[in-house]
């Protein structure tokens, strides 16, 4: 069964662009805006952040606060500079990964395959 996976973004042609990048024959992709995610919690996040102090950012300290929400990867695109990013709480989290905008195809799926796969 595909892992269901969550793309997040205020900006809808955002979330469409993430959204393309991720093979849908290994995945079941989602596009949300912050404020609509699904009830049932996917595999994995990709959240599209504009900058801090946005509704994407709350939405993951929300995800992070919350037990049942706590140990799912969250992949976190962004422009923003990376020592910006590594200051926020959450960025030590190890289910918690940042790929720098715009987003290669390559480095996305390398980047969820490492959140998904057990170590050996």
Same mark, same amino acid.
């Given at each position: 069964?595909? =892992?269901?996976? +969550?793309?997040? +973004? $205020?900006?809808?042609?955002?979330? !469409?662009?993430?959204?393309? *990048?991720?093979?849908?024959?290994?995945?079941?992709?989602? &596009?949300?805006?912050?404020?609509?995610?699904?009830? !049932?919690?996917?595999?994995?996040?990709? /959240?599209? *952040?504009?900058? *801090?102090?946005?509704?994407?950012? &709350?939405? /993951?300290?929300?995800?992070?606060?919350?037990? +049942?929400? +706590?140990?799912?990867?969250?992949? /976190?695109? $962004?422009?923003?500079?990376?020592?910006?990013? &590594? $200051?926020?709480?959450?960025? $030590?989290?190890?289910?918690?990964?940042?790929?720098?905008?715009?987003? &290669?195809?390559?480095?996305?799926?390398?980047?969820?395959?490492?959140? *998904? =796969?057990?170590?050996?």
């Amino acid at each position: 069964m595909p =892992t269901a996976v +969550a793309v997040v +973004a $205020s900006d809808s042609g955002t979330r !469409e662009r993430l959204a393309a *990048l991720i093979p849908e024959d290994a995945f079941l992709v989602g &596009q949300y805006a912050p404020e609509g995610v699904p009830a !049932e919690a996917p595999g994995l996040f990709v /959240i599209a *952040l504009p900058g *801090l102090e946005t509704p994407e950012e &709350q939405l /993951i300290e929300r995800l992070r606060a919350d037990e +049942a929400t +706590a140990g799912i990867p969250i992949i /976190i695109a $962004s422009a923003l500079p990376m020592v910006q990013l &590594q $200051s926020v709480p959450y960025a $030590s989290d190890w289910t918690i990964a940042i790929v720098e905008e715009p987003v &290669q195809a390559t480095v996305l799926a390398d980047t969820i395959r490492f959140l *998904l =796969t057990p170590d050996p």
